[in-house]
């Protein structure tokens, strides 16, 4: 039996996958705009935005799995 992936390994995984996507959103910003400052300011604060997002999703989730093991 695996014992699945490092936290480690994990967390290189979730910083690469967010750095790909920044840099997706900052680049269908700037192919529909030509405008690098405004495509560069939406790639950042997409990527706060859904960081908080995902947190609270993770939480919720937590809460709902913790109410039904109880």
Partial sequence: MGQGESPKRSMTKTFTWR???TIATIVIVFGFTKE????IGVGIIDTLVKT???YLHERIWNKIHWQRTN
Avoid: E, M, Q
Avoid at 36 to 39: E, G, I, Q, R
């Fill in 52 to 54: 908080i997002l995902y």
């Fill in 19 to 21: 750095i790909l996507a």
């Fill in 36 to 39: 690098v400052k405004l495509s």
